[in-house]
């Protein structure tokens, strides 16, 4: 096979053009620190690529939610805290007025707490979270608890609200009003009373691959026990009693009053059934919460190996990247020191 001296140049070039791309491709490696920079490039490491990333992605997405189920339910926790105080401090007044040393005048000092008291259970029942109120149930951006005037037969009777319905509107009530005219005065305000049976409104977080948490607590469920007591209701009958009433109002399910009588002393059962109902709640609470942290920790871990993968993946090994560059480098001066000997040759230079 006859070599020309055109075939000689033409394959100089070529290799040249070849020894550049590869070092332009081994500095772009280099430089990126990745292994592909087109699809084509590999189209394997790019498969692997998009499922990787959609991991680590989705990890980072549950990472945050958790992060943010368990700062609602710490910011709940706190409020649970200090409205089980509220209550201690009720049922230590309830003591201190039972005990019959009091006179009129401590015992409506006693009164003025105990209003306070109530005030601060409502308050602290608004606790909100990142502008969210967390015992309000789906509607959280409405403060849920609040207060109300009923008036019966000339006579104002305070009533909380929750979601803007009258908590238990047959609660206690002076047994010195009018029976007629409280169930005339109730019935007409039927429609505007909170119905206990209404369905739960669970806030979820979706904490993992196919894992969600309730983060919330729904303010009724906290104030009101197994047995239906109310904890405004008894602070209610505790008001009562602080004001010398004997006995205590309430309608039963067919809107029929019925008069209660009782003492100050009666009023410490149901602060202890509301204490437990606290309990209760905060326990069940702290077990959610405590199952967050975990999921925490296993998203740590998964985000972990999802991004050891992807790197796996997509990273280049920088020492090895770097040889490839020098051989590279090497291997295009040479064939420029070569190229330029052989195209620089012309027919004169083989003339003797």
């Known amino acids: 096979m ?18 550049t791309k590869r070092l332009a491709e081994a500095s772009e490696r280099q ?16 498969t692997n690529a998009v499922k990787y990333r959609n991991y680590v992605s989705t990890v980072a997405q549950y990472q945050e939610n958790v992060d943010n189920a368990i700062s609602w339910m710490s910011v709940t ?3 649970i805290s200090d409205l089980s105080d509220v209550v201690q401090e009720l049922r230590d007044k309830t003591v201190q007025a039972a005990n019959g040393t009091m006179s009129d005048d401590d015992l409506a000092a006693i009164k003025s707490e105990v209003e306070q ?13 990142a502008g969210r109120y967390v015992f309000a149930g789906y509607a959280a951006d409405a403060a849920p608890f609040g207060t109300t005037s009923v008036t019966v037969g000339g006579e104002t ?20 009003l009018d029976a007629t005219e409280l169930e005339s005065t109730y019935a007409a305000e039927a429609a505007n009373a909170y119905d206990a049976a209404s369905a739960a409104q669970p806030i979820k977080y979706n904490i993992g691959f196919g894992s969600e948490i309730a983060v919330n607590v729904e303010g009724q469920d906290l104030v009101t026990n197994a047995e239906g007591t109310n904890l405004f209701d008894t602070i209610d009958k505790l008001l009562l009693g602080l004001d010398g009433q004997t006995s205590y109002q309430t309608l039963d399910a067919a809107g029929k009053a019925t008069t209660t009588a009782f003492a100050l002393t009666d009023v410490l059962g149901d602060l202890d059934a509301g204490l437990s109902q606290i309990s209760a709640v905060w326990a069940d609470l702290g077990a959610r919460e405590n199952y967050a942290k975990l999921a925490k920790n296993r998203l740590s871990d998964d985000a972990t190996v999802y991004t050891t993968l992807m790197s796996n993946n997509e990273d280049v090994d920088i020492a090895e990247a770097t040889t490839d560059v020098s051989t590279a480098q090497t291997v295009y001066d040479a064939s420029l020191t070569v190229g330029a000997k052989a195209i620089t040759k012309t027919l004169l230079d083989y003339i003797v």
Request: net charge negative.
């Open 2 to 19: 006859r070599i020309t001296n055109s075939m000689l140049v033409t394959n100089t070039i070529r290799n040249i053009a070849s020894n």
């Open 31 to 46: 430089s990126t620190q990745s292994k592909i920079s087109l699809p084509s490039d590999d189209p394997t490491v790019a």
């Open 77 to 79: 926790e706190g409020a």
């Open 117 to 129: 008291l109530k005030e601060a259970a409502i308050e602290i029942l608004n606790t909100s979270y």
């Open 157 to 176: 009777v305070d009533k909380v609200t929750f979601r803007e319905q009258i908590v238990n509107l047959g609660g206690p009530v002076s047994g010195d």
